[in-house]
């Protein structure tokens, strides 16, 4: 039979304390091509855009609803080192240590990006992190 986790609302928002804490201050965002890896412990991928310097706190207080929902504070533009749309992102410390990755597209993902133009702006539209266990 499948999981069927479920966690309570007050565990998911400390998740996501958790998270923006892991991150601390002056974390990194990267944006890559290709397929994502499995977990974290994977390689870097084709670097699209990056780094991009994130907020101090990474995000505001996680929502109180089901499932709580994590809002970073959208980055600053960057100019993309590759003409490609990516397809994922990778955030990592100041120090460089990865603390986690997701999905990233034109739709449908957990950060929303068009396609990157070498040389130009890239513009991260809009990003959520939501537990990854509630419901089913």
């Given amino acids: 039979m499948a999981s069927k986790l479920n966690y309570a609302i007050a565990l998911q928002q400390a998740q996501h304390a958790a998270t923006t804490a892991a991150i601390g201050a002056g974390g990194k965002l990267y944006l890559f091509s290709g ?3 499995a977990d ?6 084709t670097l699209v855009a990056g780094p991009f310097t994130l907020g101090s706190p990474f995000a505001a207080a996680a929502s109180a609803a089901f499932p709580s ?3 970073p504070t959208l980055p600053a533009n960057v100019n993309a080192s590759a003409s490609a749309q990516p397809t994922w992102y990778r955030v990592k410390t100041s120090a460089d240590v990865v603390v986690m990755d997701g999905s990233a597209g034109v739709s449908g993902c957990d950060m929303t ?3 990157a133009t070498s040389g130009q702006p890239v513009a991260i539209t809009a ?3 939501t537990n ?3 419901g089913h």
């Fill in 35 to 37: 397929t994502q890896p």
């Fill in 40 to 45: 974290t412990t994977g390689a870097d991928g």
């Fill in 69 to 71: 929902v994590l809002s």
């Fill in 113 to 115: 990006v068009g396609p």
């Fill in 127 to 129: 990003w959520t992190i």
């Fill in 132 to 134: 990854g266990n509630s």
